[in-house]
C-alpha cells in the first residue's frame, strides 16, 4: 500500500514507524508542515502566524515540564531510559522524539514545511488524493495514496467561551495556546478561566508574577489542593464589564487580564467534506472505534482520545489500523460500526457526560486499550501504564505544588513502586 502520513508528532512518529516496518513495509509519506518533528513539543517563542502565513500549531510554553511520569510517557516497544527525575522538561520529551525518529529511520520518509491542503477520497487506481504545498518554493503537490492516516494534533485550535460583555472588556484576553512566558503577568490581577491541567498548571505558574490569580471553573465543588495565597476560586464567570470580571454568584473582581485556558477544537481543516468526517460540539463522527472513518475505512485519526497514555495509545491505534488495512482482519459492517459507535455515545450520554466528552478516557482508558487489542489480536499495552496514569493524575490534583517531585520506577507488567524523592 502506499500510504499518507500528516503530521510529525508523536502520533504521525508512530504511524511512520509501523508503516515501514518489515513486517508490512508500505510505502510511505510523512507530510510535516513546519520545520521540525515534535508537534506541539516544539516550543517556538513566535505565536500567531508563521513567515508562510499558517497559523502557529505549537502551544508549548517556555517552562513547561510533562505532568505525566516518563515511566507512562514512552512507547510500547521503545521506552524513556531510566534516569534520575519522572517527570521530564518539555526539551527532554523533545530529544526523546528525535532519538526514536533516528532509532527507526524515519527521517528520510517525512518531508518538512509541506502543508497538506486538502485530502478527498477519489475513484482510480488509488482512492486517496492529497494536495500539498511545498512550503520553501510555493509549489503545490498533488500525490495519491491507497491510505490515509490524519496525524495532525488537537491541541492548536483555541477553543473561546462567549461570554456577554468580551468586546466591552479593555484589559487583555489571551488563550493557552498563546502563553509562552510570565512576565506578561508581572503584577496583574489575571482571571484563569478553565480547570483542565493547563489552567490548574497555568494557575500555579503565573502566580509567582501576577498580583492576584482567579481560578475561575464551573466545578460543582473547590480544586482540594494547595495553592499559593495569591490564588483564589470562583465559580463561572458570566459577564465582563470595561474592567470587571461578573461571577457565577453575583460578584465582581477588577481584572487586568482574562486568561482562557478553555481547551481546543478539535480540526481537520484539509480533509474535504467527502471525507465523511464530522466534528459537532467536539464530537467526531462517523468513526468505528473512535479512529477509523466509518464512510472511508482508509482513512484513519490517530490520536482522538485524551486523558491516555498519548505515545503508548498512538502506537497501539496504529497497530490496530493496520491490522485491517493489511487485510489480517475484516473490518465489520458498516452498519455494526454505525451501531456500536451510537452505543457509546448513548452509555456516556446516560452517565451525564456531554458531546465533547465522548473522546476522553482517563478510568476508561484501559477497557478501550485492551478492547483495541483484543478485537485486531495484538500485543495489548502493559496494565501498569494504567495503573500509574491513574495515579499520578491523583496526585496531580491533590498536591499541584509538589506532584513532580514524586519518581516511579516500573517492576513489572502489572506493578510500580514509588521511589524515595
Ligand atoms: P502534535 O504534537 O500536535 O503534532 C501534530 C503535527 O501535525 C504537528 O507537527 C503539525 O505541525 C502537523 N500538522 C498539522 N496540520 C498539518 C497539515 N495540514 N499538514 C502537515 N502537517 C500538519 N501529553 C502527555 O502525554 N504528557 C504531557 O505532559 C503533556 N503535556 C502537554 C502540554 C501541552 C501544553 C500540550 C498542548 C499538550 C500536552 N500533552 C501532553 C499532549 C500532547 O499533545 C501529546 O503528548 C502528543 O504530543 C500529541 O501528539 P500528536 O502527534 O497527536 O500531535
Not at 508503516?19 to 520545520?35: A, L
Not at 517552562?63 to 521506552?79: C, H, I, Q, T, W
Not at 473522546?359 to 478501550?368: A, S
Amino acid at each position: 500500500m502506499k500510504i499518507a502520513v500528516i503530521g510529525a508528532g508523536a502520533a504521525g512518529l508512530a504511524a511512520l514507524r509501523h508503516c515501514i516496518s518489515g513486517t508490512y513495509g508500505h510505502q510511505v509519506v510523512c507530510y510535516e508542515k513546519t520545520d521540525q518533528i515534535g508537534g506541539t513539543w516544539v516550543y517556538r517563542e513566535q505565536t500567531g502566524f508563521d513567515r508562510y502565513g499558517l497559523p502557529i500549531h505549537t502551544s508549548m510554553y517556555k517552562s513547561l515540564r510533562a505532568n505525566l511520569p516518563k515511566e507512562v510517557m514512552g512507547y510500547p516497544d521503545f521506552l524513556i531510559p531510566e534516569g534520575p527525575v519522572s517527570y521530564l522538561t518539555r526539551t527532554q520529551i523533545l530529544d526523546f522524539l528525535n532519538i526514536y525518529c533516528d532509532h527507526f529511520k524515519l527521517r528520510p520518509y517525512i518531508r518538512l514545511l509541506h502543508h497538506v491542503e486538502l485530502v478527498e477520497p477519489v475513484t482510480g487506481d488509488r482512492k486517496w488524493s492529497v494536495k500539498v504545498r511545498d512550503l520553501q518554493n510555493d509549489a503545490i503537490v498533488i500525490e495519491s495514496f491507497d491510505a490515509v492516516m490524519v496525524c495532525n494534533g488537537h491541541y492548536f485550535k483555541p477553543k473561546i467561551p462567549n461570554i456577554p460583555g468580551q468586546n466591552v472588556f479593555t484589559g487583555k484576553q489571551i488563550h493557552s495556546h498563546d502563553y509562552r512566558v510570565p512576565d506578561f503577568f508581572n503584577g496583574k490581577k489575571v482571571v484563569v478561566m478553565g480547570a483542565g491541567p493547563s489552567g490548574m498548571d497555568l494557575s500555579l505558574e503565573i502566580s509567582k508574577n501576577a498580583n492576584r490569580v482567579i481560578l475561575s471553573h464551573h466545578l460543582t465543588e473547590t480544586i482540594d489542593t494547595v495553592f499559593p495565597e495569591n490564588v483564589v476560586q470562583k465559580g463561572d464567570v458570566v459577564e465582563l464589564t470595561e474592567r470587571e470580571a461578573v461571577f457565577a454568584d453575583g460578584t465582581k473582581e477588577q481584572v487586568d487580564v482574562v486568561f482562557y485556558c478553555t481547551g481546543y477544537k478539535y480540526s481537520f481543516p484539509f480533509l474535504a467534506e467527502s471525507c465523511g468526517v464530522r466534528v459537532d460540539s467536539n464530537m467526531v463522527t462517523h468513526l468505528w472505534k473512535h479512529l477509523v472513518s466509518i464512510e472511508n475505512s482508509t482513512l484513519a485519526l490517530i490520536g482522538l482520545p485524551f486523558y491516555v497514555c498519548a505515545f503508548s495509545m498512538f502506537d497501539l491505534q496504529v497497530r490496530f489500523v493496520l491490522r485491517y488495512w493489511h487485510g489480517e482482519k475484516q473490518f465489520p459492517a458498516r452498519a455494526d460500526m454505525l451501531r456500536s459507535e451510537a452505543e457509546e455515545a448513548a452509555r456516556r450520554a446516560e452517565r451525564g457526560l456531554q458531546k465533547k466528552h465522548f473522546h476522553m478516557m482517563g478510568p476508561e482508558q484501559e477497557h478501550y486499550y485492551s478492547d483495541l487489542a483484543n478485537v485486531a489480536g495484538i500485543t495489548p499495552l502493559l496494565p501498569v501504564l494504567t495503573k500509574l496514569h491513574n495515579e499520578s493524575s491523583m496526585r496531580f490534583l491533590k498536591d499541584l505544588v509538589h506532584f513532580r517531585e514524586d519518581r516511579y520506577k516500573i517492576i513489572d507488567d502489572y506493578n510500580f513502586v514509588e521511589l524515595s524523592r
